[in-house]
């Protein structure tokens, strides 16, 4: 029998050569010196870094991260070893050991949720699990979702707030953690805390020049999908799903359906018409002219729904020189604006309608809410200019 190869802790850091794998450093303590690893011989700082476990799949070494803290590290450390300890022993005693196939893997779970959102025609949601779980998988350092405690959650706030993220974004992570835990079918009660309170801020919305630079940027397909967020308030699958028949152009409708055939439902599961503004029922007789055969309004060359618009959107702010330059997004890799999203042409909708005086049960029908309350978050306070002219037109004596 081949000797099984052991279980390592290991430092993956970046050094001033690049991001390297080094065995952790113990102190006399036998506790690790956190951050610190060997480069030839010489113990060197290196901060900027994780936790990882190398095991070994036959001769291939495998990397699990383990997270930030030293303590949870070691105990994960402690956990493969002893199953790959147990693995050995039942080769030894010429029998299989086989895993509970009803555990969850963490990892494998979190992809299944990225893609229950993207199957959904979900892609901002689909991102936000991704990038989520990323984050929480790092800080959890365990491998089944049942071993997830309080503490994990705890702990996964304060990696959170140490990066510098506010409450409200705190609180939005772990909304979206109690989401996979859901999805996952686990019983959260004794896990979650409360979700982290934080104050409400009044939605943000685009600036006129802001509606005007990217629609003089889009082309025509796009220019539709930007204007039925930002004229009729769909959201960004109401979009994807939108097919012709629910336009009636001799009436200036546009009505919000489900749809079964693409397994398409929408939000509160209420039906809705919405006005259509003259200047996209124009655009919209001109589009049907040049797409006469499809059954989309946007679809993709194969008549399919198109989930690639927020990517369009943020890749088209970027060509023309419209990204903010100061978000996480902009100085990411793909540098993709965060402020540049289908979601806030509909917030502008909500917030506009109710500024030039519509009444909140209009403009929450048009909206599709299930509740006032969250209509009401649309009502912004009227800019400077706005309330000056107000107050010098009131008489006052």
């Known amino acids: 029998m081949t000797k099984r190869k052991a279980v390592a802790l290991v430092w993956y850091c970046k050094t001033a050569k690049g991001w390297t794998r080094y065995p952790v ?35 291939k070494a495998v990397y699990k991260r383990a997270g930030t803290n030293a303590a949870d590290a070691m105990a994960a450390r402690d ?3 002893h199953l790959a ?15 509970d196939p009803k555990r969850l893997h963490i990892r494998k779970a979190a992809q299944a949720f990225e893609m ?4 959904r025609g979900a892609m901002e949601a689909a991102e936000m699990n991704r990038h989520v779980m990323a984050e929480f998988i790092v800080e959890c350092g365990k491998t089944f979702t049942d071993e997830i405690t309080r503490d994990d959650v705890f702990k996964f706030h304060r990696a959170l707030r140490a990066r510098g993220c506010g409450d409200r974004t705190v609180s939005n992570k772990h909304m979206r953690l109690r989401s996979f835990l859901r999805f996952c079918k686990l019983d959260y009660s ?20 802001e509606r005007t630079d990217i629609l003089g940027a889009a082309d025509a397909n796009m220019r539709i999908a930007l204007e039925l967020g930002m004229m009729c ?14 336009i009636h152009l001799a009436d200036s409708i546009v009505r919000v359906t489900s749809k079964p055939h ?11 018409d919405i006005p259509i503004p003259a200047t996209l029922l124009k655009h919209l007789k001109q589009h049907r002219k040049t797409h006469p055969k499809t059954i989309l309004v946007l679809p993709t060359t194969g008549d399919r729904p198109n989930g690639k618009l927020l990517r369009t959107l943020k890749r088209l702010a970027k060509a023309k020189g419209l990204n903010c330059g100061v978000c996480k997004g902009c100085k990411g890799r793909n540098g993709e604006c965060q402020r540049w999203t ?3 042409l509909r917030r502008t909708y909500g917030t506009t309608l109710l500024r030039q005086g519509l009444d909140l049960s209009t403009v929450q029908h048009y909206l599709g809410h299930s509740d006032l309350a969250s209509t009401m978050r649309y009502l912004q306070p009227a800019t400077s200019a706005a309330s000056q002219k107000a107050i010098n037109g009131i008489k006052w004596t």
């Open 262 to 272: 693409w397994k398409f439902k929408i939000k509160d599961s209420e039906e809705r």
């Open 25 to 59: 450093v113990l102190a006399a303590n036998n506790r690790i010196k956190l951050g610190y690893v060997h480069i030839h011989g010489v113990l060197t700082h290196c901060p900027e870094g994780r936790f990882e476990i190398r095991l070994y799949e036959g001769r």
């Open 342 to 344: 289908l979601h806030k």
């Open 190 to 209: 004794d896990i979650l805390p409360p979700a982290p309170k934080f104050d409400a801020r009044q939605p943000d919305t685009y600036t006129l020049k």
């Open 233 to 246: 308030g769909l959201r960004e699958q109401e979009i994807m799903h939108l097919e012709w028949s629910d």
């Open 85 to 99: 300890a147990a693995k050995g022993s039942a080769e030894a005693a010429g029998v299989k050991l086989i895993e």
């Open 79 to 81: 956990r493969e070893e």
């Open 116 to 119: 229950d959102a993207k199957q």
